[in-house]
C-alpha cells in the first residue's frame, strides 16, 4: 500500500475536524463547558431562597422580565444540548460497534464507575431536566401549587418551590437527579482539561481530585435546598397555607 | 514460594478456526505447570499436550519472547498482557498465578482488529495508520554529526517515552470503546517532541488521526484503561499532546 500524501490544511478542514474523533470530543467537551457554567449559573439563582421569599422572588420575577434574555438564553442552552447529546450519542454508538464481540470475562484497572457510566449518567439528567422543567417551569406535576402570586402580585416562586419540596418523594427525586449530576460532572470536569490537551504532569492529579469534589460539591449545595425546606430551615411566607 | 513449586491450572481459551468461524471458549486443564515459565511457555505445554493427543494446538502471536517486539497479545482474566503492569504476557511469569487457578484467555477483542485464527488479530490497521503519517523531512548527504542537532533533555526523554510504544494493541484491547488513541498519540507526540518532527507536525496529526478514524475504532472517552496496561507504561499525556496537536492544526493555526 502506498503512503498517503499529506495535504496542507484548509478552510475545509475546519469541518473534517468537528467530524473527526477528536473535534468530536472537543464539541462535546466545549458544549459541556456551556452547560456547567448554566449549572453554576443556576446554583447562585437557586441559592438565593435562602435569602427569602422577597430576594427570591425578585430575582425570578427579573429573569421573567427579560424575555429577551430569557428566551436567549433558553434557545441557546437548548441548542448547546442538542448538540452536546448528539455528538455524545454518535460517539457512544461508535463505541459500541467498535469492539462487536465483547469479552466474556471483563477486568477493568483503573477506569472510574464516573466515567464508565457517562452516557447513563447523562440520560438520568436529561430525564431529571425534564421533570424538573415540567414541575417548576410549566406546573404540570402538581398545579396546585403551581401560579400562586406574592402579596407585590408578582409570581410567588418561593412558596412554590417550598411547597414542591415538602414533598419527600419529590425531594428524593431531585437528589437523585443531582447524585448522576454528581457523577455526571466528577468524570467530565478533568476530561475537559484531557480533551483539549491541557495534561500537565504536575497539575493533572489535582485537576482530577478537583474536578471529582467540585462536581459532588456542587450538587451537595442543590440538594441543600429541598433539604432545607425538609428540615424545616426554609419554610412557608407566613399566612400561606399548603 | 517454593523454588520449584508447580501449578495445576484449568485455562478458558478462544478458539476460532478462522474469521468466519464465530468461535467459543473451550476449556482445557494443564498440569505441572513450573512457576518460572512464562505464560507462553505455559501454552506451548498445553500445545504439546494437544499435539500429543492429536488435537489442533492453540494459535497465538509471539516472536522475541523478551517484551520488545509486541506480538504477543493475550487478554488474560480481561486483562491484555495479563495482571502485571508494564510486562508484556511473553514476560509475565507463571508465579504471578495461583495453584488450581481458572485463567480465561481470549484475543485483543475491536472490530479493527479481526481475529485470524483462535488469540491471533490482524493489526495491520496499525500498519495503515503509520503509513498515513508520512514521512520527515531530512537532509541528504552524509550524515550528521551525532551531536550537531542539539534536542534539550527533557524534551528527548519525553520523545524516547512516546517511542517505547511497540505498537502490540493492548491499549485498544483494554479500553472501554476500542480506541487506538493511546497507539496514535505515542507516535505522534514521539515525532512531535523532536526537532526532526517539526516541519510535518500537523499535518501529520491530522493525517494519522484521519486514518484512525477510517480504521473502525472507538473513541477515546478519558477512562486511562489503555495507560494501565501498556507494557511500556506509555501515559495518557501523550493524548492531550495528539488532542492539542489535531485541534491547532485543523483550526489552521501554525
Ligand atoms: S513476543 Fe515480543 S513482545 Fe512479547
Known sequence: ?242 | MSENKRLNLTLHIWRQKNAADPGRLATYRVQGVSVHMSFLEMLDVLNEQLTAQGEEPVAFDHDCREGICGMCSLTVNGIPHGPQRGTTVCQLHMRHFADGQEITIEPWRAKAFPVVRDLVVDRSAFDRIIQAGGFVSVNTGGSPDGNALPVPKKDAEAAMDAAACIGCGACVAACKNASAMLFVAAKISHLAKLPQGQPERRERALAMVAAMDQEGFGFCSNQYECEAVCPKEISVRTIAVMNRDTLRAGLGGA
Open chain 1, 1 to 242: 500500500m502506498e503512503a498517503r500524501p499529506i495535504e496542507r490544511t484548509s478552510s475545509a478542514s475546519l469541518c473534517r475536524l468537528l467530524c473527526s474523533s477528536i473535534g468530536s470530543k472537543a464539541l462535546v467537551a466545549l458544549t459541556g463547558l456551556a452547560l456547567f457554567g448554566f449549572v453554576l449559573g443556576h446554583l447562585a439563582g437557586n441559592l438565593q431562597i435562602f435569602a427569602g421569599q422577597e430576594t427570591f422572588n425578585a430575582y425570578a420575577h427579573w429573569i421573567k422580565s427579560k424575555p429577551a434574555l430569557l428566551w436567549g438564553t433558553r434557545l441557546g442552552l437548548l441548542a448547546v444540548l442538542a448538540v452536546h447529546l448528539g455528538v455524545s450519542v454518535r460517539l457512544a454508538r461508535r463505541n459500541r460497534a467498535a469492539r462487536p464481540v465483547p469479552y466474556a470475562f471483563q477486568n477493568t484497572v483503573q477506569a472510574t464507575s464516573a466515567s464508565l457510566t457517562m452516557v447513563w449518567s447523562g440520560l438520568a439528567i436529561l430525564a431529571f431536566v425534564i421533570y424538573h422543567l415540567l414541575h417548576f417551569t410549566v406546573g404540570a406535576v402538581s398545579p396546585a401549587e403551581f401560579g400562586r402570586t406574592d402579596p407585590l402580585g408578582r409570581p410567588d416562586a418561593y412558596t412554590m418551590v417550598v411547597l414542591g419540596f415538602r414533598h419527600p418523594a419529590i425531594a428524593l427525586i431531585y437528589a437523585i437527579g443531582m447524585f448522576c449530576l454528581a457523577m455526571h460532572l466528577s468524570h467530565a470536569i478533568q476530561s475537559v482539561f484531557q480533551t483539549f490537551g491541557l495534561n500537565h504532569p504536575r497539575c493533572m492529579p489535582l485537576v482530577r481530585r478537583a474536578g471529582f469534589a467540585a462536581g459532588f460539591l456542587i450538587a451537595a449545595a442543590y440538594v441543600s435546598i429541598p433539604a432545607a425546606v425538609l428540615a424545616g430551615i426554609v419554610t412557608l411566607p407566613p399566612g400561606v397555607s399548603p
